[in-house]
T-cell receptor, first 110, second 112 residues
Framework: ETGVTQSPTHLIKTRGQQVTLRCSSQSGHNTVSWYQQALGQGPQFIFQYYREEENGRGNFPPRFSGLQFPNYSSELNVNALELDDSALYLC?????????FGEGSRLTVL | AQRVTQPEKLLSVFKGAPVELKCNYSYSGSPELFWYVQYSRQRLQLLLRHISRESIKGFTADLNKGETSFHLKKPFAQEEDSAMYYCALSRISGAAGNKLTFGGGTRVLVKP
């Protein structure tokens, strides 16, 4: 058991809405990363947080934002949803050079 | 820019046959290479990483810097090896965690 849990598991939104996805990682895992996985593709890096600060970002627009909290939980927020935002969003935490993934939140934008 | 290419979307082999999943990368620095696996209805998990030089579940992968490849091999495939496999790359650094660049994945189907 990796200890990375995500919620919700599935959700449906409409174009233009905002969404917040949540992640809880194990105590002591102070680096968390978020990935977007579109259907039939590999995960794509969105951003990473270390000790509550963003310390790396992929090629995603500013409407993708995040937060990390002292209790090792984190959030991914997406504003002004677009149809192409439909994907599986994966949270992962680093420990001893290994990335542990959650099961993901599947977002559908209609 | 980092890029990882897995040219095969699907590999279908019979049980007991060898299997090789190809992975090529482009990166200007010193990379760290990984293979991740996702079994049916399970989360993505690390299979092996090149710096550990381990054999996991009978799989091995050798980093070939000259050919910029990190192919995954197993001499005798088992039905339980059926899964989605992703090759991934990050830069080597002392920082706690790094961006992983994933390939598009290869689905392996091992037939009885």
């Amino acid at each position: 058991e990796t200890g990375v849990t995500q919620s919700p598991t599935h959700l449906i939104k409409t174009r233009g809405q905002q969404v917040t996805l949540r992640c809880s990682s194990q105590s002591g895992h102070n680096t968390v990363s978020w990935y977007q996985q579109a259907l039939g593709q590999g995960p794509q890096f969105i951003f990473q947080y270390y000790r509550e600060e963003e310390n790396g970002r992929g090629n995603f627009p500013p409407r993708f934002s995040g937060l990390q909290f002292p209790n090792y939980s984190s959030e991914l927020n997406v504003n002004a949803l677009e149809l192409d935002d439909s994907a599986l969003y994966l949270c992962a935490s680093w420990s001893n050079g290994e990335l542990f993934f959650g099961e993901g939140s599947r977002l559908t934008v209609l | 820019a980092q890029r990882v290419t897995q040219p095969e979307k699907l590999l279908s082999v019979f049980k007991g046959a060898p299997v090789e999943l190809k992975c090529n990368y482009s990166y200007s620095g010193s990379p760290e290479l990984f293979w991740y696996v996702q079994y049916s209805r399970q989360r993505l998990q690390l299979l092996l990483r090149h710096i550990s030089r381990e054999s996991i579940k009978g799989f091995t992968a050798d980093l070939n810097k000259g050919e910029t490849s990190f192919h995954l091999k197993k001499p005798f495939a088992q039905e339980e090896d059926s899964a989605m496999y992703y090759c991934a790359l990050s830069r080597i650094s002392g920082a706690a965690g790094n961006k992983l660049t994933f390939g598009g994945g290869t689905r392996v189907l091992v037939k009885p």
